[in-house]
């Protein structure tokens, strides 16, 4: 007798938001990229009470801009593109709630704790709890489905996503045991983890969005040039500049290395080129993330012998890889997996991109020729970064919270 083969069903949750983790996350962090950046702007101007005895402010807003914002995008992207890379079915409904959840309430105690609220680091102690379950239980469900199907190929990822998990423990325990030094290893680990899994899914989309998008306008067929030699290179140099900064401080190691990362990734950047993506916000505003993060390089490159402070070489990086090349991505994500095109993206997305290169302007490269008006520089810089995600917020947020308009799960 032959068996019949019932159909699957169809996947379901109670709100549009829980369809897919890009929904919740990236709704999430742009909301945070606002109300982080405006309680940054009290705390950095001394308007809190914040105890800075048990962690120093620069930290905090380091970790959060890490593993807050960052980490939020980063479980969006990947909790998403797992699917599509491995044809397994990632956590929604009520599963992805539980792991939004657990960011959401770290998040929470990190923001109290920058406000005041109560006495010594017992929020921080919360948070470390909610804040390792959600790492960990996103970690363990792209483990799971990548190795369900032999996808090795993502190992790289895997590997980054595992030592995320190490350098946020690391943060903590220099926290609750009195080590600022633990913290900021854990703080910058985690840093440059996050401009690794750029660098590494920038190299997959930026070139395939660019031949995409591009070719589909029906005109011409698109290819550009992509090198396993470069991409070697990169990893090699990026993998030493790494290790010099954080852990070997040499001002020649430190500006060889990362000038090797800015040189293989401009060569990278010419590889990539069209002139066709200065019609469409959403490659080109790629195309400046990357180029903007050369640049950073070339500061780190040129730090040790120009005076000028390590932290602009590191805003720049930030800026540029953390905060420009996320907002690019969510932008072009968002369109095409709530089944809208991604050639008429909202009016807004120009003036979004345009307001966080003025952020990189006005952070990066006016206090290297203008340090007397070093405050006015950050603060227009962290109006700029507001502003830029109220926008986002404005355009991105009722498609994210809405049904697809074909139907479809997603």
Known sequence: MQSISLPSKPPTSPHPILNLSFRIFFSAAALFAVIFMVLWSFVFTGHTNIDAQTLNPLYWHGHEMIYGYALAVVAGFLLTAVKTWTGVMMPHGYKLLGIFVCWLLARLGWVGFGLGIGQGAWLLYMAAVFDMLFIGTMAFVIFRAVLQVKQYKQMGILAKLALLTVGNGLCYWGVFSANMNLT?????????????????????????????????????????????????????????????????????????????????????????YHRGIWQKPLLWSLYIAFLGMCLSFLLYALQPWLGYNHSIAVHGLSIAGVGMMTLAMMARVSLGHTGRSIHTPPKTVNIMFGLMVLVFIS??????????NYLLWIMIAQGAWIACFVLFCISYLPMLTRPRPDGLFG
């Not at 190299?203 to 067929?221: A, N, Q, Y």
């Not at 290790?243 to 010419?270: E, M, Q, S």
């Not at 952070?363 to 007397?372: E, S």
Request: avoid cysteine; glycine fraction near 8%.
């Open 184 to 272: 900021k290893i854990g703080m910058y680990l985690g840093f440059y983890l996050i401009i690794g899994l750029i660098l590494t899914i920038g190299r997959r989309v930026v070139p395939f969005f660019i031949e995409r998008g591009l070719s589909m306008d029906g005109t011409e067929k698109v290819t550009v040039r992509n090198s396993k030699v470069q991409d070697i290179a990169s990893l090699l140099f990026f993998l030493a500049f790494f290790i010099v900064d954080l852990f070997y401080p040499n001002k020649y190691l430190l500006t060889i290395t990362a000038l090797g990362v800015a040189v293989v990734n401009i060569v990278r950047l010419i590889g990539w």
């Open 363 to 372: 952070r990066v490269l006016l206090p290297i020729v203008d340090m007397d």
